[in-house]
């Protein structure tokens, strides 16, 4: 019972926390103000959290685990590419989209003054989503005869640009445009020349080693 109760805390600190980050755009959170929201002390925060850090990584930990779980198995679906990174990238808007206060995390709003390594943190988020992608791309060339229009690096570096833009536009318009807007006929656009067959060289110096 005891632990039932105390997992049900913590779940709480971090939903008010995650609550605050969306009803106080821009704003830095403090301890005493998350424990005002929370109805407890600071103490009592500090019972289940050690530091303030640990309950933001508390929440990218959320993210992570709620994000990869579905974005391994879209990587591993037997479609093509195009149709992998567009749901493994539609599946991170949609989930910022839900989630207005964890997309200040993602986008490294809310970190301002904070411990070094929660944006370390959020570095390695990318990473391992920038990993999944390359690897859907590496696969396009076994499953479908088809590669990158340019190296594998680049083209990744571009759709995380794309969508790390749109999730800077969410959070710098306080969550009034939606990070979906214009998704749907935005992703045609981008996945146009997203593949090319083997042999064919679009003059971009695609044929070189990727």
Not at 100 to 121: H, I, S
Not at 182 to 195: F, G, K, R, T
Request: hydrophobic letters at 40%; glycine letters at 6%; aromatic letters at 8%.
């Amino acid at each position: 019972m005891e632990t039932t109760t105390k997992i049900s805390r913590k779940d709480n600190i971090l939903q008010s926390l995650a609550q605050m980050l969306e009803t106080q755009p821009g704003a830095r959170i403090t301890t005493a103000a998350l424990a005002r929201e929370v109805g407890v002390s600071e103490a009592a925060l500090y019972r289940h959290f050690p530091s303030k850090a640990r309950m933001f990584e508390g929440l990218i930990q959320f993210i992570e685990d709620t994000l990869f779980a579905r974005i391994a198995r879209f990587a591993a679906d037997e479609g093509t590419a195009e149709t992998r990174i567009h749901n493994i990238l539609s599946l991170l808007l949609t989930f910022c989209d839900r989630n207005p206060g964890m997309t200040r995390l993602l986008t490294g709003d809310a970190l301002n003054g904070e411990n070094d390594r929660l944006r370390e943190r959020i570095g390695q988020f990318y990473a391992r989503l920038e990993s999944q992608i390359k690897q859907v791309l590496r696969e396009a060339q076994i499953r479908e005869n088809l590669k990158p229009s340019i190296s594998t690096a680049a083209l990744t570096s571009l759709l995380l640009a794309a969508v790390e833009g749109r999730l800077a536009q969410f959070v710098r318009s306080e969550f009034k445009q939606s990070p979906l807007e214009h998704w749907d006929i935005q992703w045609p656009y981008l996945s146009a020349h997203l593949m090319m067959p083997f042999g064919v060289d679009d003059g971009f110096g695609s044929n070189a080693p990727i």
